[in-house]
């Protein structure tokens, strides 16, 4: 995927414009075996799961503050989501974006 291209930093073809100024000390690629998403049944209530088509892919970036960590990771998808540490427990303006951005994650 481009997503994967861009985050491997052996990558041949990656833009040096997606690149971070620092070094990615680890990526990590994580494929999640059984994942569920609703479906999208217009006028009725989404409760109904079914099996995910594609794995979902989890890339770890970690560096030195100021790099451009953030902004590496926003440019692998226009549609993308950031939640940060001060947004709470709550997912306001989530609509299933295809990128989800956990900024400034500690765990």
């Given amino acids: 995927s481009s997503v994967s291209q861009h985050c ?9 414009s997606n690149r971070l100024e620092g070094p990615i000390i680890r990526t990590s690629r994580i494929v999640v075996k059984r994942q569920y998403t609703r479906k999208s049944v217009p006028d ?3 409760t109904e799961k079914e099996d995910r088509k594609e ?6 970036i970690i ?3 100021g790099i451009g960590k953030t902004t590496f990771a926003t440019k692998l998808s226009k549609s993308h989501y950031i939640k ?9 303006d989530y ?7 956990l900024d400034d994650f500690y765990g």
Wanted: charged share 15%; aromatic share 10%; proline share 11%.
């Fill in 55 to 60: 794995p979902t892919e989890l890339y770890l």
């Fill in 95 to 101: 609509e299933q974006q295809e990128v989800v951005i």
């Fill in 44 to 46: 009725q209530p989404k």
């Fill in 84 to 92: 940060t540490a001060n947004m709470g427990p709550w997912w306001d």
């Fill in 63 to 65: 560096g030195e503050t």
């Fill in 8 to 16: 491997n930093p052996n990558y041949q073809g990656a833009h040096t």
